[in-house]
């Protein structure tokens, strides 16, 4: 039985039907994910023990094209989690309008704790396991928490020595130098950049008055932070796992990048430096980052971490998820009734799958875009999709999320009534 975060998600569904053309079979097909792959990784360690480690596929839905989502290595992953996260992914690839079902897979593990050999290891036993599971015409993951371009890297090549041969497009995310695409690593960020300069256009703002706080300094957080920093926006607050840091005067964030990733190299594949002590700055929680009086809020770290427990204290106006599923149902209705503006993870994060189709094209074709072009095919699908979405939202008075869910099963619903469903059939018999 899907447990409570994948249930959470399919509640957004019946909301959004009501605006979208689609028959109740759509909507029937999409609550149940296609397929799930559990199994279990044996790792050799470094001392020579055998561990094992639990992980899991999930292929949520193939109607617009093969699957695709990312794998996490974390200590939190759950099945539930991961249905919900691949659930995600068919609605995003569906928004933006790329050929893709959606997809997720997980790790139960917490990387930090193992050697960079272990890590190769694990990524290349996920691999092993997936192999029939996955393939550049059926599933094509990705990185996404506490994976990266190195661990698509070998799971690349373990993919094309298990079926021995070269197979870029099993995989996206990758190193350049091994068929990765310019532009994939700040594609994500930059897509979330790309939304809030429409915002910008919207509101006629003047960035330097716009102070901004990012929860998660990751790759998705750090990219979109850099971006708008460049613009003059005053990014005020930023936070990883292990606490954050406030400036009232806004952070050089190039530098803050440095130092975060001077820190990874010391250490293992992982960032394990925190930014908490890199510059002179007021300390502060991820829970008191997230209550900051700033005009834009942006969760980039790990879903439900606004909840109906701690909704009241957000007072940003207008929140960008760069997260997948960072606020709970419930909180989301609470954040609509204040008028806070939410412009939802399936369009704000969707830069990264659209790079990553890119890159799958481009491996595809073994011919290779330059950045400039990738860069502007990115903000020419983010700048369409994010004006159709606002558009349905003014329209029908609704909040963004329940417009970009309608948008998106319009797109699921023709490819799902393509194939014919009960009102084609009946009116046959
Ligand atoms: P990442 O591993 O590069 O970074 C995650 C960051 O979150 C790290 O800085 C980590 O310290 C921080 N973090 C972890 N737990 C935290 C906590 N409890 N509080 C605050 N910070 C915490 O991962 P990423 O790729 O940047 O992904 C971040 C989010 O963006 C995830 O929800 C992911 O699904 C989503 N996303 C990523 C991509 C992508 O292309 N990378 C694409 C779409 C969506």
């Known amino acids: 039985m899907p447990g409570t975060l994948y249930q959470d998600a399919l509640s957004h569904l019946d909301q959004a039907a009501r605006f979208a053309a689609v028959e109740e079979e759509t909507l029937y097909r999409l609550r149940y994910p296609q397929s799930t792959l559990a199994f279990s990784i044996p790792v050799r360690m470094d001392n020579g023990k055998l561990e094992i480690y639990q992980a899991y596929r999930v292929r949520h839905n193939d109607s617009r094209g093969p699957t695709k989502g990312g794998i996490r290595f974390h200590p939190n992953v759950s099945l539930d989690e991961i249905r919900a996260l691949a659930f995600w992914m068919t609605l995003k690839c569906a928004l933006v309008g790329i050929p893709f079902g959606g997809a997720k897979g997980g790790v139960i593990v917490n990387p930090k704790l193992l050697s960079r050999l272990e890590v190769e290891r694990l990524s290349r036993g996920f691999i092993e396991q997936v192999v029939d599971f996955i393939g ?3 599933d094509i993951p990705a990185p996404d928490v506490y994976t990266n371009e190195m661990i698509m890297g070998w799971m690349m090549d373990e993919y094309s020595k298990i079926v021995r041969r070269h197979s870029p497009g099993v995989i996206t995310g990758k190193p350049i130098s091994m068929g990765g695409s310019l532009g994939r690593n700040d594609a994500t960020g930059r897509g979330a950049y790309y939304c809030i300069k429409e915002l910008e256009k919207k509101n006629q703002w003047n960035p330097k008055e716009i102070r901004v706080a990012v929860q998660g300094f990751g790759n ?8 708008l920093h460049r613009d003059g926006y005053r990014i005020v607050a930023v936070s990883d796992s292990k606490g954050g840091i406030y400036s009232n005067d806004g952070f050089d964030v190039p530098s803050l990048v440095r130092m975060k990733h001077e820190t990874h190299e010391v ?9 908490c002590n890199v510059v002179p700055a007021k300390q502060i929680s991820n829970d008191e980052l997230l209550a900051l009086d700033v005009d834009i809020l942006i969760p980039a770290a790990l879903e439900n971490v606004i909840r109906v427990d701690n909704v009241e204290t957000i007072k940003a106006p207008i929140i960008i998820e760069v997260a997948n599923g960072p606020i709970s149902s419930k909180a989301d209705q609470i954040l609509t009734d204040k008028n806070v503006l939410v412009v939802p993870d399936i369009l704000a994060n969707a830069g990264g799958v659209t790079v990553s189709y890119f890159e799958w094209v481009q491996n595809k074709n073994g011919y290779y875009w330059g950045l400039d072009e990738v860069h502007e095919k990115l903000y020419r699908i983010m700048v369409r999709e994010f004006n159709t979405v606002f558009d349905i939202m ?5 909040n963004m999320r329940t417009a970009a869910y309608s948008h998106a099963l319009n797109r699921l619903g023709e490819a799902i009534h393509a194939q014919g469903t009960q009102s084609y059939f009946a009116a046959n018999v």
């Open 394 to 398: 003014k329209k029908n008075d609704i």
């Open 136 to 138: 550049p015409h059926t």
């Open 220 to 227: 998705a957080g750090q990219h979109v932070a850099d971006l």
């Open 267 to 275: 250490q293992a594949v992982y960032c394990e430096g925190t930014v």
